[in-house]
T-cell receptor
Framework: DTGVSQNPRHKITKRGQNVTFRCDPI?????LYWYRQTLGQGPEFLTY????????KSRLLSDRFSAERPKGSFSTLEIQRTEQGDSAMYLC?????????????FGPGTRLTVL | AQRVTQPEKLLSVFKGAPVELKCNYS??????LFWYVQYSRQRLQLLLR??SRESIKGFTADLNKGETSFHLKKPFAQEEDSAMYYC???????????FGDGTTLTVKP
């Protein structure tokens, strides 16, 4: 499967714990995006990378959230001191900028439940 | 600020009837508009983009800059079109993308 993959698919944690999610983009894509989606809403932009550089962060991304893409390949999203309000689906997407392609390819998401 | 509005949460039509899913946007620059679709138990995937001016699965969408709209249309809906549809706007440098809250389309037999 050459699509975007995300791990884990589901995560249940207790309030106050730290969690980390991984996203593996399509190999030739240099842009990687993170979104959060809650029930009844569309994906909300969190941040995006071009290669290893984090170019934009949403104000939604509090200081408890950090994302990295150390070698311009896979990315991790860490949430520290989780809160119940962090419960959501976390989506990753990637795109290639070659020939102006801006279509984003989405992963299956990681569903986080904070108890 | 970027904003995408999909005024209908739910839309139900009968098979063979025309369907239009509405999308309005606000953006100060030249936006790129997309429609994404999510079928049951599948991941979000691109349906079409305004820059391509293409028809996918019988769907078309025209960017109307005067009305700041990008409505999705299909003349004859099919049952397999039942899904969640999201309108999305990408800013000029293909960075931040803003999605609407989606419209659930149900096509009844």
């Amino acid at each position: 499967d050459t699509g975007v993959s995300q791990n884990p698919r589901h995560k249940i944690t207790k309030r106050g714990q730290n969690v980390t999610f991984r996203c593996d983009p399509i190999s030739e894509h240099n842009r990687l995006y993170w979104y959060r989606q809650t029930l009844g809403q569309g994906p909300e932009f969190l941040t995006y990378f071009q290669n290893e550089a984090q170019l934009e962060k949403s104000r939604l991304l509090s200081d408890r959230f950090s994302a990295e893409r150390p070698k311009g390949s896979f990315s991790t999203l860490e949430i520290q001191r989780t809160e119940q309000g962090d419960s959501a689906m976390y989506l990753c997407a990637s795109s290639g900028v070659a020939s102006g392609a801006r279509e984003q390819f989405f992963g299956p998401g990681t569903r986080l439940t904070v108890l | 600020a970027q904003r995408v509005t999909q005024p209908e949460k739910l839309l139900s039509v009968f098979k063979g009837a025309p369907v239009e899913l509405k999308c309005n946007y606000s953006y100060s620059g030249s936006p790129e508009l997309f429609w994404y679709v999510q079928y049951s138990r599948q991941r979000l995937q691109l349906l079409l983009r305004h820059i391509s001016r293409e028809s996918i699965k019988g769907f078309t969408a025209d960017l109307n800059k005067g009305e700041t709209s990008f409505h999705l249309k299909k003349p004859f809906a099919q049952e397999e079109d039942s899904a969640m549809y999201y309108c999305a706007l990408s800013n000029t440098n293909a960075g931040k993308s803003t999605f609407g809250d989606g419209t659930t389309l149900t096509v009844k037999p």
